[in-house]
DNA sequence: CCTGCTTCCTAAATCGTTTAGCATGACACC
DNA sequence: GGTGTCATGCTAAACGATTTAGGAAGCAGG
């Protein structure tokens, strides 16, 4: 009358080797291709465990061995494709690696953060890949640090952390947008989605500053619209700009999301991107390219971001003294449709 | 000289009960709000842990209650938007019944999904989430069956596998799309993304062929082409057709990142979506809306997918004995802009 | 003083592995 | 035959929680 699966319950290392006539620690050994066994031993072994479908049971193992081989992935959001796709960078990093991940999503919510990551201590991670939520503050993470667990920061950060960081240059990368813009010929230029919750939305409003004044350009905080980097956002800050009573003829976004709500925005207005006004967008998620018109963007090389904090917490695993490591990759411009160089006179919607 | 934390070790609920002069046992059921132990120790044991940072071992509970807590969710692929919404919704949805999510994807690799599954299962998850990779078979989920812990299968499923389902009506969904083509006039409608190796695949096969059916039009195996659903397919897919001696006039495609790789394949033929040629996607992902010109599609009511699949598996954890349920979600047609009647010459590209 | 009942807590078994250290037997060597 | 060396496999103690059966203490009632 029991359920599926002859026999009573699942079959163990221990009914293993009893049915064997051999111990437990043979089997265990056996199992994992000690030397110290016999190959006959071994190989009968080994026959038994696929034949009664034998299935590790790990958190029994990670009890004796202090290694689980899971890492905690604790990210802000996955529905953005950049994270999606980070996400999936590092899933196929991990799990080369032989580790498995766990999955926590704190909605850019920090108590529901806190929540998360404790949740996910609770399986003791052999590491933590972290994306904090906005206005997270170093305490906040001090859970994480207490628990000794390898942790590093992938895209965002929390400054005075002291944990290992993997992301993209975003003071320069916003500086090559407003570079690229001034080239083209604009003096004024917007900023639409300034995310100062984040450390991502900082730099780059930092990057957005420095450009203006490498252009010998003022600084004018009109032309800046705040929010997070979603769709809805890019075009009701196009929208606010376009209504200005001095709009700006070219703008950069704080993300490619961003950017095609902006776009919509010009749509809606009856202007023309890269002709009316000029865009910028910022990650170059796949979409970008295909867009219409195509946005030109700046690409964060986020591909490469799964594999590399892989790599650094792999690393730190494996040495937890190692002194604190900080990649931070460069970005490149995309030109694509979106830029061109401003109407002499500026527009304004009717 | 030792790590982070004073003290040697981590603090265990040994440790714990050690320090207040308390057994294991009163600590244990206090810290999980037990009626059986006094109101003064509960307190004094529950401030006790915060301050000294315990965190429960997670491995350790389960070793002994045979409950995990997590559930393991295998897809084929989390790049597709679609399948990040639907990995989004699961994830939230199992959050809040205090389910942690551990992670495996196939990238649509049967042998990839046999490794990464197995490794799953060796957590011991209180129940699977599974889109199975193209071409799994009954013997592919056997392992699964097995292990005796429940299955649930979301979007895709493997026929005769015998595990609950949550998914949509793809037949229905696609003779929708035929129909409205029909309704506009077209008579030689197209399929761009015929993917047999997938049960949706198949399925909106099947219902395209309905479709003419039910219009009485013929089915026209030059008018499909085949592969999985990515955009370069759709763009490859597009040319294929537009080449051919008699080109359909609209054509229906496997999922909306094919129909966004079509677009871009009429762009380039110089055809103008909506009136030399019509265009329906299918899962109304966010960027059909937005995209331009709007794509006209086939809502497949993702964001309902995750909740529901996630209550599938928590029903089946409480009654294991339950009847096998399978959820059938029916699609609806979205009309934007990529439709149109036809033009009364088939179009050439030169 | 005994019995019976509460209330609060404890001892000990248990879950399924891993691993340090020891036992055994075979064999060779002197 | 005593000794040393190997190869092989076993014993037993962890790992950190949960849970059941039961014990000690206090109190009431006879």
Redesign the interface.
């Given at each position: 009358m029991t359920?599926?699966?002859s026999g009573a319950g699942?079959v163990t290392l221990q009914r293993l080797a009893r049915e064997l006539g051999l111990s437990t620690a043979t089997v265990s050994l056996a199992l994992r291709d000690s030397a110290v066994v016999a190959d006959a031993t071994r190989i009968k072994v080994q026959e038994a465990a696929r034949a009664r479908?034998y299935?590790?049971?790990?958190?029994?193992a990670?009890?004796r061995t202090a290694r689980?081989n899971?890492v905690g992935i604790g990210l802000h959001d996955?529905?953005n494709?950049s994270f999606?796709?980070l996400?999936?960078g590092l899933?196929?990093a991990f799990?080369i690696a032989g580790k498995?991940?766990?999955?926590?999503?704190s909605?850019e919510d920090v108590a529901r953060q806190t929540r998360?990551l404790?949740?996910?201590?609770?399986?003791?991670p052999d590491a933590f890949i972290v994306s904090p939520a906005a206005n997270s503050t170093v305490a906040d993470l001090k859970?994480l640090?207490?628990?000794?667990i390898p942790v590093v920061q992938v895209t965002r950060e929390v400054e005075g952390s002291g944990f290992d960081f993997a992301g993209s240059d975003d003071e320069t990368g916003m500086g090559l947008a407003v570079a690229h813009l001034v080239g083209l010929g604009h003096r004024r230029i917007g900023l639409i989605g300034s995310y100062p919750a984040a450390s991502t939305g900082r730099r780059r409003l930092a990057g957005y500053k420095a450009g203006l004044a490498a252009a010998g350009l003022p600084f004018d905080p009109t032309l800046v619209t705040d929010g997070p980097g979603l769709?809805d956002m890019g075009r009701q800050g196009m929208a606010r700009l376009l209504a200005l009573d001095a709009p700006p003829t070219a703008a950069v976004c704080f993300n490619d999301l961003t950017a095609?709500?902006a776009l919509?925005g010009l749509?809606a207005a009856g202007l023309a991107a890269g002709k009316d006004f000029s865009l910028v967008g910022y990650d170059d998620i796949?979409?970008a390219a295909?867009?219409?018109p195509a946005l030109t963007t700046v690409y964060t090389r986020i591909p490469e971001y799964g594999p590399l904090a892989a790599k650094l917490a792999l690393a730190r695993m494996a040495d937890?003294h190692r002194p604190v490591e900080r990649v931070v990759l460069t970005p490149q411009l995309v030109i694509r449709a979106t830029t061109g160089a401003p109407r002499p006179v500026a527009p304004r919607p009717v």
């Open positions: 359920e599926a699966s699942r479908g299935v590790a049971n790990r958190g029994a990670s009890l689980t899971i996955i529905i494709p999606t796709e996400l999936a899933e196929d799990s498995t991940v766990l999955l926590g999503v909605q998360t404790g949740t996910l201590a609770e399986y003791r859970a640090a207490a628990s000794g769709r095609f709500g919509m749509q796949a979409e295909l867009w219409h937890p």
